[in-house]
C-alpha cells in the first residue's frame, strides 16, 4: 500500500504525508528493513549525517527496484559542519553516501544558537537549491526566533520544520508559527518512543472505538493535525501498520483529548541549548 495524499511545500515540492524514519538502520539487516519499508509504500525517507546510515538508505532505493524520482530522500547537516563552505563540502559527502545526484529535502539538524552559524548554513541550502543539487531547504529543531531569523536574512522561509512532537508535546504555539510562515511541520518521535502514550485513557478509548492499535491511533492524530510524523520501524509488520491509518478519523473531541495530555519534551531537546556535532 501506499500512503495516500501529500503536502505541496512552500517550495513545490511535494511531500507524502506520512514518511519512514532511519534512525538505527545500519548493515545488511538495515538495508533489508528500509528495502521492506519501500516495498511497504514509504517514500518518504528520513536520515541525516550523524545517522550514520545514508548509504544503506541510498543502497535500499537501489535495490527496490522503484524509480528515483517517487522518493522524497531527507537527510540532515550536522553541526560540525555548520558555516557556508563546510555546509557545502557536508552536502557533497552525504549525497556521496546516498549515491545520488540530488536530493529532495535537506535539514540543519540542530540551530545550535551559541555557534551562530546556522543562517551560513542555510546560505549554502539556498545556493544547492539554485544549483539543482538540492529541490527543498528545510530546518530541523527550530524555534520561531531562528525561523525568522532565517528568513529574514536570507529572504527564504524554510519548507519544513522538523521537531519533537508527539501527545505529551503537541507544541501547539510553534505549530501556530508554522502555519503563519507557511512552513510545513515534520514530527520526530512521533510516537513518544520509551512513554506510556500508548496506555493513557484517551489513545485507548480512541483505539477500542475505531477498532485500530494505539500506535495507528497516535499516528491518525498527527496527521489531522496537519503535521508530517516519521516513525521508524525495522518490523515490516509495524511498518504497514503505521502506513494504514486512512481508513478511519478521530472526532474532533478525540484530537483534543489526546493534545491534552501534554507534559512536555520527552528528550533533553531545547533548541536553545542543545549541542549537537
Known amino acids: 500500500m501506499t500512503a495516500p495524499g501529500s503536502y505541496s511545500l512552500n517550495d513545490g515540492l511535494s511531500v507524502p504525508v506520512i514518511g519512514l524514519g532511519t534512525y538505527g538502520l545500519r548493515g545488511e539487516e538495515g538495508i533489508a528493513a528500509l528495502v521492506a519499508g519501500i516495498e511497504a509504500g514509504y517514500r518518504l525517507l528520513d536520515t541525516a549525517f550523524n545517522y550514520g546510515n545514508e548509504r544503506e538508505v541510498g543502497e535500499a532505493i537501489r535495490r527496490s527496484g522503484v524509480p528515483r524520482e517517487e522518493f522524497v530522500?531527507?537527510?540532515?547537516?550536522?553541526?560540525?559542519?555548520?558555516?557556508?563552505?563546510?555546509?557545502?563540502?557536508?552536502?557533497?559527502e552525504s549525497r556521496a553516501s546516498l549515491g545520488l545526484d540530488y536530493l529532495d529535502l535537506y535539514l540543519i539538524h540542530w540551530?545550535?544558537?551559541?555557534?551562530?552559524?546556522?543562517?551560513?548554513?542555510?546560505?549554502?541550502?539556498?545556493?544547492?537549491?539554485?544549483?539543482?543539487?538540492?529541490?527543498?531547504?528545510?530546518?530541523?529543531?527550530?524555534?520561531?526566533?531562528?525561523?525568522?531569523?532565517?528568513?529574514?536574512?536570507?529572504?527564504?522561509?524554510?519548507?519544513?520544520?522538523?521537531?519533537?512532537l508527539h501527545?505529551?508535546?503537541?507544541?501547539?504555539?510553534?505549530?501556530?508559527?508554522?502555519?503563519?510562515?507557511?512552513?510545513?511541520?515534520?514530527?520526530?518521535?512521533?510516537?513518544?518512543k520509551g512513554s506510556n502514550v500508548f496506555e493513557s485513557e484517551p489513545v485507548r478509548a480512541a483505539a477500542a472505538a475505531h477498532g485500530v492499535t494505539p500506535s495507528q491511533v497516535v499516528l491518525r492524530w498527527h496527521i489531522q493535525l496537519g503535521s508530517i510524523p516519521i516513525p521508524k520501524s525495522g518490523n515490516r509488520e509495524r511498518q504497514r501498520e503505521n502506513l494504514d491509518v486512512f481508513g478511519f478519523e478521530l472526532t474532533d473531541a478525540e484530537v483534543a483529548a489526546i493534545s491534552g495530555l501534554e507534559s512536555g519534551r520527552l528528550w533533553d531537546g531545547d533548541p536553545d541549548t542543545h549541542e549537537e556535532f
Open 167 to 192: 501527545p505529551f508535546f503537541p507544541q501547539a504555539d510553534l505549530r501556530a508559527v508554522h502555519e503563519r510562515l507557511g512552513v510545513r511541520t515534520e514530527s520526530w518521535s512521533p510516537l513518544g
Open 73 to 92: 530522500v531527507t537527510s540532515k547537516l550536522p553541526g560540525a559542519a555548520h558555516g557556508f563552505e563546510e555546509t557545502l563540502a557536508s552536502f557533497e
Open 111 to 164: 540551530p545550535l544558537p551559541r555557534v551562530g552559524k546556522y543562517v551560513d548554513s542555510f546560505r549554502a541550502f539556498v545556493k544547492l537549491r539554485e544549483d539543482g543539487l538540492l529541490r527543498s531547504a528545510g530546518v530541523s529543531n527550530f524555534t520561531e526566533e531562528h525561523l525568522r531569523r532565517v528568513a529574514d536574512e536570507t529572504g527564504v522561509v524554510p519548507s519544513v520544520n522538523q521537531v519533537e
